[in-house]
Nanobody
Framework: QVHLVESGGALVQAGGALTLSCAPS????????VAWFRQVPGKEREFVAY????????YHADSVKGRFTIYSDNAKNTVFLLMKSLRPEDTATYYC???????????????????WGQGTQVTVSS
């Protein structure tokens, strides 16, 4: 297990940009696949982006494709989510999640992930 800590959430105007960070409070993320999800009250937690443990493969939800980019920095032991051209509908609590490498699974399925952070709030004003 790995304890994850997200940071970087803020209030931003539509069209602006933010970078979220996901780092372990101990241990290394280099052997974990990591994903970002987001959730608004009353709705299910939805997939945003995924990066494989070695950084070779990334996937983004259609709703954020071309605007958001997930990437990792092994030297900083951190996975980032760069968000550009933000929209009011991007307002949500953003969570990162991790799953140890070595198994094949559906990367966008939140039930596959056992390690979650506490979330960071992103609010986009119109």
């Amino acid at each position: 297990q790995v304890h994850l800590v997200e940071s970087g959430g803020a209030l931003v105007q539509a069209g602006g940009a933010l970078t979220l960070s996901c780092a372990p409070s101990g241990g290394s993320l280099t052997t974990y696949n990591v994903a970002w999800f987001r959730q608004v009250p009353g709705k299910e937690r939805e997939f945003v982006a995924y990066i494989r443990w070695d950084g070779v493969s990334t996937y983004h939800a259609d709703s954020v494709k071309g605007r958001f980019t997930i990437y990792s920095d092994n030297a900083k032991n951190t996975v980032f989510l760069l968000m550009k051209s933000l929209r009011p509908e991007d307002t949500a609590t953003y969570y990162c999640a991790a799953k140890p490498r070595g198994t094949t699974y559906e990367y966008s399925d939140r039930d596959e992930y056992g390690d979650w952070g506490q979330g960071t709030q992103v609010t986009v004003s119109s």
